[in-house]
């Protein structure tokens, strides 16, 4: 698959623990390299899609203020955006009652390892202190893999 091919993009990652990602997926095929420190993510396969929410939200951005402190604004000109409302650190599951269903697949990352990350997985990242990564992303073929996924998109309701 990545015989002679050229990564579509290349990301350099440098963080601290603060920094998590809430659950997605891309439309990317992922290989992702952690250098220093160590990356913990949650994986789900796309079969799981249907115990997945997802709501349509207003995008917003932060905003420094004058004084220093950031605020989120929201961007009430811009159409509204699928997201992923489940933390599944600690699911709600009173909220998310399909989520129970879900097959997370929990995995670290050391230094010196790399993950393939498939695409349309959904993920969940968190990191360790002061961790430097790399990650090249390569553009998922658009074949019955796709086709599949689609379907699962309509028969669960998604937006």
């Not at 891309?26 to 952690?34: A, I, K, M, P, R």
């Not at 220093?36 to 799981?48: A, H, M, Q, R, V």
């Not at 699928?82 to 933390?87: E, N, Q, V």
Request: glycine share 4%; hydrophobic share 35%; net charge negative.
């Amino acid at each position: 698959m990545f015989q002679r091919k050229l990564p579509d993009a290349v990301n350099f990652w440098l963080g601290e623990a603060s920094a998590v990602t809430s659950m997605h997926k891309d439309h990317y095929e992922n290989l992702y390299c952690v250098i220093s420190g160590e990356k913990n993510f949650i994986l789900l396969p796309p079969t799981d899609r249907p115990f997945i929410p997802y709501g349509m939200y207003q995008p917003a951005v932060y905003h420094q203020r004058d004084d220093g402190e950031f605020e989120v604004v929201d961007q009430s000109d811009s159409e509204k955006v699928p997201w992923i409302p489940l933390d599944p650190l600690d699911p709600d599951l009173d909220r998310f009652p399909q989520y129970r269903h879900a097959q997370p697949v929990r995995c670290s990352v050391k230094a010196g390892e790399m993950l393939f990350l498939p695409s349309l997985w959904f993920h969940h990242v968190q990191q360790s202190h002061g961790c430097i990564a790399v990650n090249f992303w390569y553009d998922m073929e658009y074949d019955i893999k796709y086709n599949y996924f689609q379907l699962l998109e309509t028969l669960s309701g998604s937006t």
